[in-house]
């Protein structure tokens, strides 16, 4: 009988414990659990400890893909599923391989249970369909270089697909985008192709620049060489002038003192031409290339010329010794021009 006692007390001690397990829940922060009475839904329960009534409550198990089978807590927090590489088609038939990252958050636990059956693998299929659906929109060059767009219409699809499953869609980041062998061989050389092309253009435009710059450096030394010749022409003009200003000063000043020196007597202007011919003659005579020296044909108005410098010297009371010539009068008619008479020298 003791026996039996003990065996039941032990029974019942078991059988509490059992019971006290079944009737206690502890929910971790950020995680609930969906408690359902004799298979329909009860309540959530948050995070912190609860009772339930045992064998007649009983929390929800989810069966998700990527999730330990059976799972009872459902987790609030960020969580992100790393999708394999998929191929998709683009505008111009080319076929690439894309893997993508997707990070989401439940917002409603009831309706991450109830409405979709699998919804880690619903949020997965959804990803592959509208990444499909955006990329097959873009040619090939846009898809490789508009990563941020496809991010952005990924996740516009995706968050308002997932919106009736209390989940929101934060983040759909494009990893790796691969295309073909051949058509990445053939990009490789377009690429190449192109930079040769910038490089020719950015060499061409150096150059232009270079021809530009160079240009106007002649053109503004050329300007400063004819700006500095028309100075120097000025300068030589204004030099020039003045040189004959004091020449025609001293030429007057000569003209004044030798008609002072004449009076009634002479002409000053026949003086002047005759010292200015006796210098040509002179200068005729000792050039080396003359050969022959031409006399004037009226000899005679020469001569007469002389013998006036001599009457005018010698009213002048000069010391000079009188001329053994004796004057040519002065002819009113002009005689016949005799023949140009050849001195050798």
């Known amino acids: 009988m003791e026996g039996f006692l003990v065996i039941f007390g032990l029974f019942v001690a078991i059988t509490i414990l059992v019971i006290l397990v079944k009737s206690i829940r502890i929910v971790p922060q950020m995680q609930v659990l969906i408690i359902e009475r004799l298979g329909r839904y009860a309540g959530i329960l948050g995070s912190g400890p609860h009772i339930i009534v ?60 109830y409405e979709v059956s699998d919804l880690s693998g619903g949020i997965i299929q959804l990803t592959i369909t509208a990444m499909r659906s955006v ?135 026949h003086y002047l031409i005759m010292g200015r011919y006796i210098e040509s003659l002179r200068d005729m005579a000792q050039s080396s290339n003359s050969k022959v020296v031409f006399m004037p044909v009226e000899s005679s108005n020469v001569l007469s010329s002389i013998g006036m410098f001599k009457e005018v010297f010698s009213n002048d009371n000069a010391s000079a010794a009188p001329s053994p010539q004796t004057p040519v009068p002065a002819r009113t008619i002009a005689p016949t021009a005799p023949p140009p008479q050849y001195v050798p020298r």
């Open 54 to 113: 045992p064998f007649i409550d009983a929390p929800r198990s989810v069966n998700w893909t990527g999730f330990p089978i059976g799972m009872n807590y459902i987790d609030l927090r960020e969580q992100y599923t790393d999708l394999p590489m998929q191929p998709v088609i683009t505008k111009d038939n080319v076929t690439v391989g894309v893997d993508s990252v997707i990070y989401w958050q439940i917002t409603d636990p009831y309706k991450a249970v």
């Open 135 to 269: 990329m097959g929109e873009m040619d090939l060059d846009e898809t490789l270089s508009s990563r941020d767009i496809i991010n952005a219409k990924l996740r516009t699809v995706m968050d308002g697909a997932t919106n009736k499953w209390g989940v929101k869609v934060t983040r759909v980041e494009v990893r790796n985008i691969n295309p073909p062998e051949d058509v990445r061989v053939t990009m490789e050389k377009q690429m190449t192709a192109e930079r040769n092309r910038r490089a020719l253009v950015l060499q061409a435009e150096g150059e232009k620049q270079a021809a530009i710059t160079r240009a106007e450096g002649e053109r503004e030394a050329a300007i400063a060489r004819a700006e500095g010749e028309r100075q120097m022409q000025i300068l030589r003009a204004d030099g020039a002038a003045q040189a004959r200003l004091r020449s025609a000063e001293a030429e007057a000043r000569s003209i004044q003192m030798v008609a002072q020196a004449l009076g009634d007597a002479g002409n000053p202007a």
